[in-house]
């Protein structure tokens, strides 16, 4: 009897440390984890890897042992422990990807972005341009300076703060000191967005002066 319970206690063990599945993770998760790593302070904020391994590859596995990576294109190989302790290799394609604002229709010069104008897409990183824009917040509102097309990165050279003051506008010209506030008639000769220093002819003295562009038609004088 005591021969039996010894057996019976060995083979409980022997099934406990056998490899369970439980274990197992998706090799695509332990790719992206260490595509990240590879990365490092190099990888955008909102960044993130969509994994694809090459057709007829296992899907699940313990970790991976060594891990190699073309940062350029995305293309990997990797050496990943299975469940049962054996060493297989694996490949595919890692690609970085961002969510950025684009517009969803063709948008010409001059107009201004509307929220139903944009929508946030994930783009591979490859595609995105140093000087793309990369927040929803920084293009809602903007006016645009070059045409836009739907579907693609919007860089920071083609929009702009929305121009309140126009060359040959008439404005009025507010100067403020203390408690004395005067207002005067001026044309302006430059455009200037909100905030912008623009130039503007004061019609009653026909001096030009400086003054800082505060809502439409109104432009604050400077000392």
Avoid: C
Avoid at 19 to 29: E, G, R
Avoid at 125 to 153: D, K
């Amino acid at each position: 009897m005591k021969r039996v319970a010894t057996y019976l206690l060995a083979l409980t063990l022997s099934v406990l440390m056998l490899p369970s599945a439980s274990w197992a993770a998706l090799i695509t998760d332990l790719v992206a984890e260490r595509a990240e790593q590879e990365f490092g302070p190099a990888l955008p904020p909102s960044g993130q890897f969509v994994v694809h391994l090459a057709d007829g590859l296992p899907k699940d596995g313990q970790y991976i042992q060594e891990f190699w990576i073309d940062k350029d294109s995305g293309q990997f190989i990797a050496n990943v422990v299975t469940n049962f302790g054996d060493v297989t290799r694996v490949w595919g394609l890692a690609v970085l990807s961002v969510p950025i604002p684009v517009v969803n229709r063709r948008v010409q010069p001059d107009e201004i972005l509307l929220p139903r104008d944009i929508e946030m897409i994930d783009m591979a990183w490859a595609r995105v341009h140093a000087f793309a824009i990369t927040e929803y917040e920084e293009l809602v509102g903007m006016q645009v300076r070059r045409m836009l097309s739907p579907g693609r990165p919007v860089h920071h050279q083609s929009v702009s703060p929305p121009v309140i003051v126009s060359r040959g506008d008439r404005v009025t010209i507010e100067l403020q000191h203390g408690p004395l506030q005067l207002t005067a008639a001026g044309k302006a000769i430059s455009d200037a967005h909100l905030g912008q220093e623009v130039r503007v002819v004061n019609l009653s003295s026909n001096k030009t002066i400086t003054a800082i562009a505060k809502g439409d038609g109104l432009v604050e004088a400077q000392f």
